[in-house]
């Protein structure tokens, strides 16, 4: 029986495309939704995004089930995210660009700038 007023966390599978057998299951972290999901280049890493208030997002090497890394990421929507290699990757949204690097267990972030005229203009995709 749930207990009132306790949020359950949102299930992530990870399955064989050819066999449909479960490989990794995930349920210690988001809540109300997952928006992205984006595996690393060489597939190692799987990052989420997910729809609390900060938009918090988590990095899990799935092959062995555990959570590397989380973070809060932004008060404002995220668009998009992309991996530029297994240590950084990069998140956008309607009020933010952050470039973030993954050192062990550690998730550091940077604000990405556009130019322009102190105008910021959502960005859609990355």
């Not at 809540?31 to 609390?52: C, H, K, M, N, P």
């Not at 900060?54 to 062995?64: C, F, P, Q, R, T």
């Not at 290699?85 to 956008?92: A, D, H, W």
Request: proline share 1%; with cysteine; aromatic share 10%.
């Amino acid at each position: 029986m749930a207990q009132k007023g306790k949020a359950k966390c949102i299930d992530i599978f990870v399955w064989d495309v050819n066999t449909k057998e479960v490989r990794a299951k995930f349920n210690d972290f988001h809540l109300r939704a997952i928006v992205y999901l984006e595996f690393s280049s060489d597939g190692t890493l799987l990052l989420t995004v997910g729809q609390d208030d900060d938009n918090s997002l988590a990095i899990y090497d799935w092959m062995n089930q555990r959570m590397v890394a989380n973070s809060k990421v932004d008060k404002s929507k995220v668009n998009a995210v992309a991996w530029k290699s297994n240590q950084e990757f990069l998140t956008c949204g309607a009020k933010h660009v952050k470039v973030w690097t993954l050192q062990g267990r550690n998730l550091n972030s940077k604000n990405g700038t556009l130019g322009g005229e102190g105008k910021f203009d959502p960005q859609l995709c990355a």
